[in-house]
C-alpha cells in the first residue's frame, strides 16, 4: 500500500522538524478527500477539486505541508479516473436503457474495493502524518518526489 521511511527522519527528509501547524495542515490535505467524498458522493470529481483547492490554498506553506498536499492530490486524481468511468457508465445504463452486464457488475465491485482500500489508507496516511511520520505511498509518492526534491534517498 504504501512505503514507510524507516531509516530517515522527518527532520532528515525535509531538513527540519515540522511544527504542530504543519502537521496538522498536512493531515487535513488527506482528511480534505474524505470529507468531500461524502458531501458529493456519486460525483467523482468533488473529492478531486477538494483536493485541489487544498493544495492551491497552501502551495506557498513549508515543504512538509506542500508535500504531502500533493500526494493528497495524485492518489485522488488516480482515483478519479476509475470512479469517472464507474459514474458514466452507471448514468447511460439507467438513461440510455442498457443492460448492466456482467462486465459493468465486475467493473463496479472492483471501483468499489479499490475506495475502500483508499479510504482506508487515507484515513491511515491522515493519522500518521498528523503524528509527524512520513508516510509515501507507491507510484503516488515517486510523482510527488518529481515536484519536490527532497533529501529522501532511501526509501523502503
Known amino acids: 500500500m504504501e512505503h514507510i521511511q524507516t531509516s530517515m527522519t522527518t527532520t532528515q527528509i ?8 504543519e502537521l496538522e495542515r498536512a493531515s487535513n490535505s488527506y482528511l ?5 467524498v461524502l458531501g458529493g458522493l456519486p460525483l467523482p470529481i468533488v473529492n478531486l477539486l477538494a483536493s485541489v483547492f487544498f493544495y ?7 515543504l512538509f505541508v506542500k508535500w504531502h498536499c500533493l500526494q493528497a ?6 482515483m478519479f479516473f476509475f470512479n469517472t468511468v464507474g459514474f458514466w457508465w ?9 443492460k448492466a452486464t456482467n462486465q459493468y457488475i465486475a467493473y ?5 474495493i479499490f475506495n475502500l482500500i483508499e479510504f ?22 515517486d510523482i510527488t518526489n518529481l515536484f519536490y526534491k527532497t533529501n529522501n534517498e532511501n526509501t523502503v
Open 73 to 78: 492530490l495524485f492518489s485522488q486524481l488516480g
Open 120 to 141: 482506508i489508507a487515507t484515513l491511515y496516511l491522515a493519522i500518521q502524518t498528523r503524528k509527524g511520520k512520513h508516510i509515501e505511498m507507491y507510484f503516488f509518492s
Open 14 to 21: 525535509f531538513g527540519y522538524k515540522p511544527v504542530d501547524s
Open 108 to 112: 463496479m465491485i472492483t471501483i468499489v
Open 90 to 98: 452507471t448514468i447511460s445504463i439507467i438513461f440510455d436503457d442498457k
Open 56 to 62: 492551491l490554498g497552501n502551495r506557498k506553506s513549508t
Open 32 to 36: 480534505m478527500s474524505l470529507v468531500a
